[in-house]
């Protein structure tokens, strides 16, 4: 037995040196590429479940969820077209119009938003300088910051939505600006006791209700009132001569500022009359004080979104590694404490990250004031992913506040685990016959030498995976030694006999 295991071995020995050529001469890594930006084409991907298309003009935004929060107006993937759109139309199922997404468009006349989108996000139609008017559907519930900013043929703001938190100060809607301060000509429309009459009286910009009522302008919203008035009357009769004298006089004195404001009116009217029957003296004195003080109101208001691209691969069969290239996510957040507010955002790929236990977090905090901080929190979770059982996994992203009891925004993309289908070969026996022996380990080394001087290979995917032992992705010499040993193993009898990936997995 021992002269024949020597013998085994000194053969593979000998067809290794003579057959095998040097690995690193024709070894082809297969490696994955990091997706950072769409390419820019006149179609394409804007999301994770959205697209866009650009023909004749017309940018139509279609799919589901949010698109990207773009970080500036250059990385947004119809960049390069900017100047060619005359029209967006972002359709039903799209949920957040992203930062950035239309800056810029100075040919863009004609803006159609579906219901479904709830949001809008900072600067995502400033500079829109051939934009006349635009409606906010009602779905709309925030107004990002500057998102109107600089659009300097604006003319008509409506919102639909009475409750809609419109971001930001006089830059959010302008016609242009000066130190951060907005300058706007036109008319803001909605309903009457909503948050966009109250924007268009914080800034003394034109107000219109929906139903069309005249224009008011509006210049402060809170008035305390103090009225002050005297009469004095006296009368005096007598039967002869009879004389008629009548004077009056009218003083009206009128300050006005902005904030505060204060208006006094006096009135002074004096009429004598004297005839045969009543002469009558009488002299009225009016004075008015109205007051108008400001109250001013600190309030904090945060907003956050996340969103998820998913890797380049999500389908896999059991057993096999998850490749997470391609992957990563992106956050946006805004903070406003009274006229002053901050903002941030970015974005991280997958395979930057450490994940501990399946699962990444991350801190952002936003810092308006001195005293004023909002902290929240990133958690990207793929531990579900279980690639030994078919099934699908949700890989999941969301951003809450610090202790985690408020969701802003959550968003995931699955992995599918497909059963895999049983091999037609057994692991080693590459020419099937049921054994794993040396003839096995002859035609790996026979296969390895082929493809290693760049010659056709002869194996079928079964005998490549039944080849590939131990699972590298190549067949080679490797693979021939794992299987001879393997056989001596075998014909050694020596301990409870194991599988061939067993046994490798001890070595």
């Not at 021992?2 to 053969?11: D, E, G, P, W, Y």
């Not at 006349?132 to 709309?140: E, K």
Request: net charge neutral.
């Amino acid at each position: 037995m021992r002269k024949f295991l020597a013998a085994v071995i000194s053969t593979a020995i000998c067809l290794s040196a003579v057959t095998a050529v040097p690995v690193g001469a024709v070894r082809t890594e297969l490696t994955g590429s990091v997706i950072s930006e769409q390419k820019v084409t006149e179609s394409g991907k804007c999301g994770p479940n959205a697209q866009w298309t650009l023909e004749g003009g017309k940018l139509t935004v279609s799919g589901s969820g949010a698109t990207v929060s773009w970080l500036s107006s250059s990385k947004v993937p119809w960049n390069a077209y900017r100047s060619q759109i005359t029209s967006v139309v972002v359709e039903n199922g799209i949920t957040t119009i992203g930062a950035y997404a239309f800056m810029g468009c100075g040919n863009l006349t004609s803006v159609s938003i579906s219901d479904s989108v709830t949001d809008i996000q900072m600067n995502a139609f400033a500079l829109c300088t051939s934009l006349g008017s635009i409606v906010i559907p009602a779905g709309v519930k925030t107004f990002g910051r500057d998102a109107l900013l600089k659009c300097s043929s604006l003319n008509s703001v409506t919102f639909m939505n009475p409750k809609c938190s419109i971001v930001g100060g006089t830059t959010t809607i302008c016609n242009s600006s000066e130190n951060s301060i907005g300058s706007y000509s036109g008319t803001i429309v909605g309903a009457s006791g909503s948050t966009a009459k109250t924007y268009a009286s914080k800034f003394g910009y034109n107000f219109r209700l929906l139903d069309d009522a005249p224009i008011s302008t509006t210049t402060t919203s809170t008035t305390t009132t103090t009225t002050t008035t005297t009469t004095t009357t006296t009368s005096t009769t007598t039967k002869k001569p009879t004389t008629s004298t009548s004077t009056s006089t009218t003083t009206t004195t009128s300050t006005t500022t902005k904030k505060p404001t204060t208006s006094t009116s006096t009135s002074t009217t004096t009429t004598t009359s004297t005839t045969t029957k009543k002469p009558t003296t009488s002299t009225t004195t009016l004075v008015t004080t109205t007051t108008l003080i400001p109250t001013t109101t600190v309030s904090g208001r945060f907003f956050a979104s996340i969103f998820i691209d998913a890797p380049t691969k999500t389908e896999y069969k059991t057993g096999e590694k998850v490749d997470y290239t391609g992957a990563k996510f992106h956050y946006y957040a805004e903070y406003e404490q009274g006229q002053l507010n901050a903002r941030g955002g970015n974005f991280r790929n997958f395979e930057d990250i450490n994940f501990k236990n399946g699962v990444y977090t991350e801190e952002y905090v936003l810092t308006p004031t001195i005293d004023a901080s909002e902290t929240f929190v990133i958690t990207v979770d793929r531990s579900k992913v279980d690639t030994s059982k078919a099934g699908t996994y949700p890989v999941t992203a969301k951003v809450t506040n610090e202790d985690g009891s408020k969701l802003y925004g959550s968003t995931h993309f699955d992995i599918i685990v497909k059963a895999a289908a049983a091999p037609k070969y057994a692991l080693g026996d590459v020419n099937n016959d049921g054994m794993v022996d040396s003839v096995d380990a002859s035609k790996v080394l026979e296969e390895y030498a082929r493809v290693s001087s760049n010659q056709n290979s002869k194996f079928d995917s079964d005998q490549f995976t039944a080849g590939d032992v131990n699972v590298d992705g190549k067949v080679d010499s490797s693979d021939a030694s794992f299987i001879l040993s393997y056989y001596a193993y075998v014909l050694s009898g020596e301990g409870e006999k194991k599988s061939l990936s067993d046994f490798i997995a001890k070595k």
